[in-house]
């Protein structure tokens, strides 16, 4: 219905409503000479009050005589997606099939690009007692939040405080999105800027309504989830999951995913959605979550509000005895189970520290403030191994003073002073005055010849180079597909690692890892190109090259390229394995895809600072005595201080190798991995390539941290040899 009405004495409202259960109405108000001193009118009162007066007064002119008012709700619309009911544009109203039958949905001009600056909405209506499903099986559009996204409304007007979710981007297939309303309508905007992408296909059906989502577990082990996982939960629901097992025994429950996250949730109160076990409400996004009870039966509560859903969570409960909880193994205080050998090491592997808690330090350990015992060889290693940066206080240098990063102390006012006094530059660097004209080891030089010592200036999308040549070249190290984090698991997600190329010898298979930089261009190790008495490793012919490789098997959308030549650095020396690099030039250019992306090269003075983390990846072996993997794996590892790298290996590591992995062992590249990228990336910039998987002794063992080539060293020869 349509109607003009006044409100108060002078401006008028357009009132427009629709919708069976509930009545959407869209209000305009015309506030004449843009009379400011009106505006204290439109208060929520003011206009609930003057709505119940028009809905009484026209009842009986325009029909309306059955309809009782039983609670009007005001809240603000998102201005983005605010379309006038007369916006014929870009609009469509849909009602779903009464039998379930699938209707699929999908951008304009889906999926050779849709319309720049477009507002679209779609009206979602089903029978009542049923939900509203929508499955993405495409979704990629722009990765700009601000100016280009999707939200679905638990309602038919898009008041923010109705959204289920909202959404930008281009997302994996690995990663649908998936979701479900909770009463009979929903509304899709979609708003978009000046840049054109493919779009969405959605599928849209009803289902029935879940009528309840309580259950009782009685078996000893099993599992539970939030509603419909792993599709996002509905808003407005309420869940209670009670596990019972005998009276002797105990519960144990952990949460092998947890994503329960919404903006302008407080995570300490977990003021919105949340899980609830013994009245602690927990909520947000928690790699590992596990809890065990204190008698035969726990309550598991699940609340989700009327805004914003999420992925939700699996878990697993599990009965166990609690006079021997973890039969010949350590009783993590979470409820893990561990093995013995792994408490008091220094590493947390419990996830809550308790298998670190009450250790007496061995004599090969340090005491931190905090009673955690750590390994000596982490003291002063730049990482903040303790947890309260114990281990990296008394480091040599005292409060006057300032420490290079070769670890000799000057005075702390010779910092930044325009003066190099460092041996190796480092108190020049990392300046807030940054100098641009003086040319030094440690500063980045431009193209045009001029310096910066501003730290890593390539690709931070802020010109420091007057001739921009810092931000040239800059198409390298993005994920074009939209990433989670993956909780839990070594096994990457479809193209969460672009530059990833797998390295086929002969009828051998995978052979080893190498990292795109470009079109033509491959880096690997010198080491996998050795000619053997067996075979011809330096043959370029026997080698093929698999690009946009996830699973060994799976050859969709994989570009296999044959090599045109190999190029092993002159100095390469397969003893010490000095300057292990090579260039492989393809036979033809890679055509680059979501799956298929270089990665960025370093300048020679990138700054890869010791303890920050980095990402390893490769099919190499799974461990020592493993297999090859079958899915490509990753595994976070952190760069190790020179100092302490070079003790481990006893003087082995040249300056063209860099350690890289923990000295506790556990994680690490293995053999196959070679040639693969040690890959890093800073506040969220570009990935950069650290380095090469090179060496080590074994794998994962304890004080051998994995060995790779220092891109930053090498970087000179890969521009001679490419252009690059
Ligand atoms: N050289 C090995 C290969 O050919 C890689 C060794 C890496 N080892 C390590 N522990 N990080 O695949």
């Given at each position: ?672 991995d070679s040639g693969g990228p040690l890959a890093c990336s800073q506040n969220g910039g570009p990935w950069f390539l650290c380095g090469i998987v090179s060496w080590g002794e074994g794998c994962a063992r304890k004080n051998n941290p994995g060995i790779y080539s220092r891109m930053t060293e090498l970087r000179e020869w890969v521009k001679i040899q490419t252009g690059l």
């Amino acid at each position: 219905m349509w109607s003009q009405l006044l409100f108060g004495s002078f401006p008028m409202i357009y009132i427009s409503c629709e919708g069976s259960t509930v009545a959407y109405c869209w209000i305009r108000f015309l506030i004449p000479n843009a009379n400011s001193s009106a505006l204290s009118l439109f208060t929520e009162s003011q206009i609930t009050g003057s709505l119940r007066g028009i809905t009484r007064s026209s009842a009986g002119s325009s029909g309306l005589e059955n309809i009782r008012i039983t609670s009007i709700s005001l809240s603000p619309a998102d201005p983005r997606t605010v379309k006038e009911p007369t916006d014929k544009s870009c609009a469509f109203s849909y009602y779903a099939d009464p039998s379930g039958k699938k209707i699929i949905l999908s951008s304009p001009g889906f999926p050779s690009g849709y319309p720049t600056n477009a507002r679209c909405q779609y009206l979602l209506r089903a029978e009542r007692g049923s939900v509203i499903s929508l499955a993405f099986t495409t979704f990629n559009i722009r990765d700009n939040c601000q100016d280009d996204f999707l939200t679905v409304f638990n309602s038919l007007s898009s008041d923010r405080g109705n959204i289920i979710t909202e959404q930008c981007g281009n997302r994996p297939p690995t990663n649908p999105l998936a979701v479900f309303s909770s009463g009979n309508v929903a509304l899709i905007a979609f708003i978009t800027s000046s840049i054109s992408y493919p779009g969405f296909q959605v599928v849209f059906s009803q289902v029935p309504k879940l009528t309840g989502c309580d259950q009782t577990l009685t078996s000893d082990l099993g599992n539970f989830t939030s509603p419909y996982y792993p599709s996002f939960y509905p808003p407005n629901i309420d869940c209670k999951w009670t596990i019972q097992v005998p009276s002797h025994l105990r519960i144990r429950v952990q949460f092998y995913m947890f994503r329960l996250k919404e903006p302008g949730m407080n995570h300490d109160t977990c003021n919105k959605d949340y899980v609830e076990i013994a009245s602690v409400k927990y909520c947000g996004e928690r790699s590992f979550l596990g809890l065990i009870s204190s008698g035969p039966t726990l309550e598991v509560k699940f609340h989700s509000d009327a805004s914003f859903t999420d992925k939700g969570f699996l878990a697993e409960y599990s009965a166990y005895d609690p006079q021997n909880p973890c039969p010949g193994q350590f009783a993590c205080s979470n409820g893990l189970c561990i093995s013995v050998s792994l408490t008091c090491d220094g590493w947390n592997d419990c996830g809550d520290l308790s298998d670190e808690r009450n250790c007496v330090c061995s004599s090969d350990q340090f005491h931190c403030d905090n009673g955690l015992c750590k390994p000596r060889l982490w003291l002063c290693d730049h990482s903040n191994d303790c947890g309260d940066n114990s281990d990296e206080k008394q480091c040599g240098c005292n409060s006057e003073q300032w420490k290079c990063n070769n670890e000799v102390c000057i005075p702390r006012i010779k910092k930044c002073d325009g003066q190099p006094d460092c041996a190796d530059f480092s108190d020049e660097a990392d300046c807030a005055n940054v100098t641009v004209g003086v040319c030094t080891d440690f500063t980045y030089q431009c193209k045009n010849g001029a310096c910066t010592s501003q730290v890593n200036p390539e690709c931070d999308q802020k010109r420091d180079c007057e001739d921009g040549s810092d931000e040239e070249s800059c198409n390298c190290g993005v994920r074009p597909y939209k990433h989670n984090r993956i909780v839990g698991g070594t096994d990457a997600d479809v193209g969460e690692w672009p530059w990833q190329v797998s390295l086929h010898f002969g009828r051998q298979g995978h052979t080893c890892g190498a990292s795109i930089i470009s079109k033509h261009w491959l880096v690997s190790a010198a080491h996998c190109f050795q000619r053997t008495r067996e075979a011809n490793y330096a043959d370029a012919r026997n080698w093929n090259t698999y690009s946009g490789l996830h699973g060994q098997r799976d050859m969709q959308n994989v570009q296999v390229r044959g090599v045109k030549s190999i190029t092993t650095h002159p100095l390469y020396n397969h003893n010490t394995f000095d300057y292990d690099i090579a260039l492989l030039e393809l036979k033809e250019p890679l055509v680059f895809s979501n799956i298929i992306h270089p990665i960025c090269l370093p300048a020679r003075t990138h700054i890869f600072p010791s303890g920050m983390s980095c990402w390893v990846t490769g099919w190499g072996l799974l461990g020592e005595n493993g297999q090859l993997a079958r899915m490509l794996q990753k595994a976070e590892v952190k760069i190790i201080n020179d100092t302490v790298c070079n003790s481990v290996t006893r003087g082995q590591v040249t300056p063209r190798m860099l350690c890289s992995g923990y000295l506790t062992g556990g994680v690490d590249a293995c053999q196959g991995d070679s040639g693969g990228p040690l890959a890093c990336s800073q506040n969220g910039g570009p990935w950069f390539l650290c380095g090469i998987v090179s060496w080590g002794e074994g794998c994962a063992r304890k004080n051998n941290p994995g060995i790779y080539s220092r891109m930053t060293e090498l970087r000179e020869w890969v521009k001679i040899q490419t252009g690059l």
